[in-house]
């Protein structure tokens, strides 16, 4: 699949999904006041990827499709490595100067760190290790927006 642009992040969202605020099922979260600016934000930095004066610093080819895909499912292997992903994220975070605090890249880091560090995880039974590297092509090869929630927005 590589990258998604943010029209079709957008379109992604709308998929039925059940999600209650309020008492109250929200049908449609690009649309729903409580939610449609942070849907947009999103968006703009998707879009940000196919930026061509960016491109090369948001992405990176796949190690099994050859698409572009978001430099934050990288798997370290070199300082180099980790200075472009950190400079990936600074992009992200200047343009919303730093108050989108549930961008993409945090949850896609945080799985990429697990996946490389699998056989940690699977020493006693190799399942574990295997699902998480399947989980996570999984997440890279479809450009999975992820988040935690801590509390209601």
């Given at each position: 699949m590589g990258v998604r642009t943010g029209k079709e992040l957008?379109?992604?969202?709308?998929?039925?999904r059940q999600l209650?605020?309020?008492?109250?099922?929200?049908?449609?979260?690009?649309?729903?006041?409580?939610?449609?600016?942070?849907t947009r934000s999103l968006a703009a930095l998707y879009d940000m990827q196919h930026?061509?004066?960016l491109t090369e610093r948001m992405t990176f080819r796949s190690p099994t499709s050859g698409e572009r895909i978001g430099l934050s499912f990288i798997e370290p292997h070199s300082i180099d490595d980790l200075i472009r992903r950190r400079d990936m994220v600074k992009i992200w975070m200047d343009a919303s100067c730093g108050m989108f605090g549930r961008s993409p890249d945090f949850m896609n880091i945080f799985v990429t760190a697990f996946a490389s560090a699998a056989d940690e995880f699977g020493?006693?039974?190799?399942?574990?290790?295997?699902?998480?590297?399947?989980?996570?092509?999984?997440?890279?090869?479809?450009?999975?927006c992820m988040t935690h929630t801590l509390v209601n927005p």
């Open positions: 957008l379109e992604s969202l709308r998929d039925d209650f605020i309020d008492g109250e099922r929200v049908r449609d979260v690009t649309v729903d006041p409580r939610f449609a600016e942070a930026d061509t004066a020493h006693k039974d190799k399942r574990f290790a295997e699902n998480l590297r399947d989980y996570h092509a999984y997440i890279r090869e479809n450009d999975i």
